[in-house]
């Protein structure tokens, strides 16, 4: 018999599981063991399939087969029950859930997020999560998106029909200039008070990111039958430092040993490397692309770290300095 500790390690499978489907609603069995295998590591696919049946049991999804294709589809009219076995770092993930659920009162969707918060309370009751504390880090600014509710619509409308959509863009750097594009919006993720949107772009072969609050106007593709690779999150993540992507460049840096409890434990880049010198200063490599996300990431830090290479780098923020005091 499984213990409980094997237990919990397919009830999260489950729940990440079911989660993909409430994203993509239907996938074939080797798509779902590669998102597995992503958050896991090595999970064979006999132990996904396992799982798959556990929610095919409950009637949460259902097969379908179509000539020689084989999907799992999510049964809409199903809501999932959360397990009541645990661990400690889950029972916290339910207590910041619940801080976010209350973001939801007064929506249109009210009576759902009270039946599962109602659910949540009885595996974490009380309130352990400050909810105002969610929001409170004022660092970057935050961006108000009152006035592109509609943009926002339109996107998650595009994003879940999975639509080839023609937009306007105003770029970050160059005001003023809208430029036109073809992309296939993917995601949306939030940096630094920002949104940003994920999309294909067929004319540089790349998923590139986009700041929402520069997209001007949205209006679906006429050419609906391109084709798009599937996104990769772990190569769109290797790509760029925060939110920008460039040429990579292989980066060393000495962190003073005094400020070392503040980046120990800490994951700045997917490529990061971290040893320590003979003095005990940490010594932290990155391959990164040397763009403004980096270089201001280097500039919060200027009394804990030394540039130790690329000399490129070192000449930067030279520069950036000598500016600086000229002002």
Known sequence: MANTEEKSEQARRVLIIYNLFLRDIKLTSNVVLEKINEEFGDVSKRSVQRDLQVLKDSDYIQSENKGRNSFWRLNRGKKITLPTQIKTSELLSFYILKAYLKTFKGTEIENDINSLTAKIESLAPGDAILEDALYWDQNPGFYNYQ?????????????????????????????????????????????????????????????????????????????????YPEFDYEKFRQARFAVMDGELSDVVLKIRKDFAVYFENRTWHPSQKVTSDKTGNMILRLKVPLQPDFISWILRWTEAITVVSPESLKQRLRKIYEEAIGK
Do not use: C
């Open 147 to 227: 006035y592109k509710h509609k943009i926002i619509s339109k996107l998650l409308n595009y994003i879940n029909e999975k639509t080839w959509v023609k937009m306007e863009y105003e770029k970050m750097w160059d005001e003023g200039i809208v430029r036109s594009y073809d992309i296939f919006p993917e995601s949306f993720f939030t940096y630094g008070g920002t949104i940003y949107l994920i999309g294909y772009l067929s004319k540089h072969k790349a998923f590139l990111n986009f700041a929402v609050q520069n997209i001007i106007n949205l209006e679906e593709s006429s050419y609906q039958s391109r084709k």
